[in-house]
Every structure is written in structure tokens, then in C-alpha cells.
């Protein structure tokens, strides 16, 4: 076995705590910016709701002139145009009656607005991304083999996998407003990992010494980040739901700040074609975690903890996916689905790993 490198090794738990002091700054930014629009927001309506009464007075006036009120109906139709294009000028076709015309709709394109504090959020989360990279990248160094042979490994670079996968979704949709819960997340990883599943440089157990370590693990990592994006967004599907249900009844829009986030179908559209992907990888993780069993053990399945609980995630996720295509289960069902299975997945990497034992127990934690 190749010697531990004490040197590489600590080294990358110094980049793994500037890492975390970046997140933590790129969290702050996140929330700032979610802070900032929702004030810009109810200014807007302020003002919209004065311009929408002053027009009112001009069109009554007008009336009783005998002149036409055209311009007058312009100036009250204008919208509040803030946000990125398509979010918080018009309602898309699928939104909900009621939402006020300032939810997003389908497509979360970039708008022409410079939101300088967004910005800045997102280039702290590309360099706290770059310097956990390397963090994870000289601990593979320092065992000589890839870094994910415990819980503090999972942890460390599942989180990585999760600012990664947020961060190519944001070259193809503005999802700037997932940033507070999306690297909230990512830093309740990298604390947890650093705190109560710290665990210092080693060789791998026997069972782990394989191929099969770098095709199984990766893969269920590189899944759980999509499934951690999911969750984030049926979240907020279920807040936003409320929300237009709350305005379609005729009551006040309490939430301004959630004038930034897509309206909750289009939430749950999205949430639902990257679960899709997800489940695929998690199809595969289950496949070859039994293909690696059978040559570790010599069975392909032995109701091991771990291995009924990977099961478990599947099946809810294959529920979720079969309810939301062909039973109609869309709406707040849907997102509690979804919710569930990333509970499941949390439970499965965190509960499973340290307190049951079984043939999967490599947490290392107090090791």
C-alpha cells in the first residue's frame, strides 16, 4: 500500500476550511440578493399600485370629456419589470390565475438587469467549487486512492458534486434563486463532514479495494447532487404554491421575495425532467453495487441495511416518477415525493452509515 502523506493531508483540510469560509460568504450574498429584490419588489408594487390609481382617476376624467382612455389603459397595464426576462413582467401561459403577473414563467432566462450582489454570489461559489476541488483532490492524493472511503470523504466530496451540478445548471437557467438553500446545503455538508465526521487519512478496508469503488460511489454521488437540486426546488414549489393560492383568493402578497422564484408548475416541470436523470443514475448505482457484492461477497443481494435502503430510495423515486406521468400526482403531491426520497437519501448516508452495522459499514467515523 502507498504511504500517507501527511503533507497533502493537511493541506487539504486547510482548502476544505477556506472552501467552507467561501460557501459561507457565497450564502450570505445568495440571501442579501433574495433580500434586496424582495425590497426592490414592494416598492414596485407600491409604485404600480399609485400609477394603477392615478391612471384610473385619468380614465374616469377622460370618460367624462368624451376621450378616448387608450394611453390611460397603457400607463395602468405597465408591469413592475424587475427580475431576469420572463420573471415578475408576465405570467406564463401555465401559471396559476391570481399570481399577480409577477411570477416567473417556463423559461428563467437571464434578464438584462445586473444584479451585482447574484453575481458576485455566483463567483464565490465558483472559487469556494475550485478550492474544494483541489481540497478533495490532495486528499485522494494523500491515501493514494480516490477520496471517498468514509463519511468525512462522502461528505466532502458529495458536497462538491452538489455546488458543481448547481453550477452547470446556471449556464443553461437563471436559478440564482436556489443559491440560499442549494449552497445552505452544500455548507451543512461541509461543517458536518468537518465536525462530526472528521476522520484522518487511511487505507481503504479490503472490501472497498476495487474498481468497482471509483464506477459505484461516483455515480451515487454525482445523483444525490441532482436530487439534492430537487429537493431545493420542490421547497420552494410548495411555498410558491401557497403563495398563489393565497393570491388567487384575493389576499395580499405577503412574500415579495418570492417574486424571483419560477411559479410552481414551472418549478415542478424542472424539478421533474432532472429527477428523471437523477433516477437513471440511481438505477445504475443500485446495477452495479450488485455486480460489485457479487464479486466482494459472492451475492449479488443479501438484504444488507445499505443495500435494502439504496432499494428503498429507489422505489420512492420510481413512484414519484410513475405518479407524476401517469396517475396525475402533480401539484404539492408530487413535491412531497420528491422530499421524501431526498430524506431517504440523507438517511441513507448519514443514519445507515454510522449507526447500522452490516457489511457496508465504512463511515470511519472515530476511526
Not at 95 to 109: E, K, L, P, Q
Request: proline content about 2%; overall charge positive.
Amino acid at each position: 500500500m502507498p504511504e500517507i502523506n501527511q503533507s497533502f493531508a493537511l493541506l487539504s483540510e486547510r482548502l476544505m476550511l477556506l472552501a467552507g469560509l467561501a460557501y459561507a460568504v457565497a450564502f450570505c450574498a445568495y440571501a442579501w440578493d433574495l433580500f434586496t429584490f424582495s425590497q426592490a419588489a414592494k416598492r414596485g408594487l407600491a409604485a404600480d399600485t399609485r400609477a394603477t390609481a392615478v391612471a384610473a382617476g385619468v380614465e374616469k376624467d377622460a370618460v367624462l370629456a368624451g376621450v378616448g382612455s387608450g394611453a390611460a389603459r397603457g400607463s395602468a397595464g405597465q408591469d413592475l419589470g424587475a427580475g431576469p426576462q420572463d420573471r415578475g413582467v408576465r405570467p406564463s401561459s401555465k401559471t396559476h390565475a391570481g399570481t399577480d403577473g409577477v411570477t416567473a414563467g417556463d423559461s428563467m432566462r437571464y434578464g438584462k438587469e445586473r444584479r451585482v450582489v447574484a453575481r458576485v454570489a455566483v463567483a464565490l461559489t465558483i472559487l469556494a467549487a475550485v478550492v474544494q476541488g483541489f481540497a478533495v483532490l490532495f486528499r485522494g492524493l494523500a491515501a493514494g486512492r480516490v477520496p471517498w472511503g468514509n463519511m468525512y470523504e462522502f461528505c466532502t466530496t458529495g458536497s462538491f458534486a452538489v455546488a458543481v451540478v448547481f453550477l452547470l445548471v446556471l449556464t443553461r437557467r437563471d436559478l440564482r434563486f436556489l443559491g440560499t438553500f442549494v449552497i445552505g446545503l452544500v455548507l451543512v455538508m461541509v461543517v458536518a463532514a468537518s465536525v462530526a465526521f472528521w476522520t484522518p487519512v487511511g487505507h481503504l478496508v479490503p472490501a472497498l479495494q476495487s474498481y468497482w469503488l471509483v464506477i459505484h460511489v461516483s455515480i451515487a454521488v454525482l445523483s444525490s447532487a441532482f436530487f439534492t437540486l430537487t429537493f431545493a426546488m420542490s421547497v420552494l414549489q410548495l411555498f410558491q404554491s401557497r403563495r398563489e393560492a393565497s393570491i388567487a383568493s384575493g389576499k395580499p402578497d405577503k412574500f415579495h421575495v418570492m417574486r424571483l422564484v419560477p411559479n410552481a408548475l414551472s418549478l415542478e416541470n424542472l424539478s421533474y425532467r432532472i429527477n428523471g436523470i437523477a433516477f437513471v443514475g440511481w438505477t445504475l448505482t443500485l446495477m452495479f453495487g450488485s455486480i460489485w457484492a457479487e464479486k466482494a461477497w459472492g451475492r449479488f443481494w443479501g438484504w444488507d441495511t445499505k443495500e435494502v435502503w439504496t432499494f428503498v430510495i429507489w422505489v420512492v423515486y420510481a413512484g414519484y416518477l410513475h405518479a407524476r406521468a401517469t396517475k396525475g400526482w402533480t401539484g404539492t403531491r408530487a413535491a412531497w415525493l420528491s422530499i421524501v426520497g431526498y430524506l431517504c437519501v440523507v438517511f441513507n448516508f448519514t443514519i445507515v452509515n454510522v449507526y447500522f452495522s452490516g457489511l457496508h459499514s465504512y463511515a470511519g467515523v472515530g476511526s
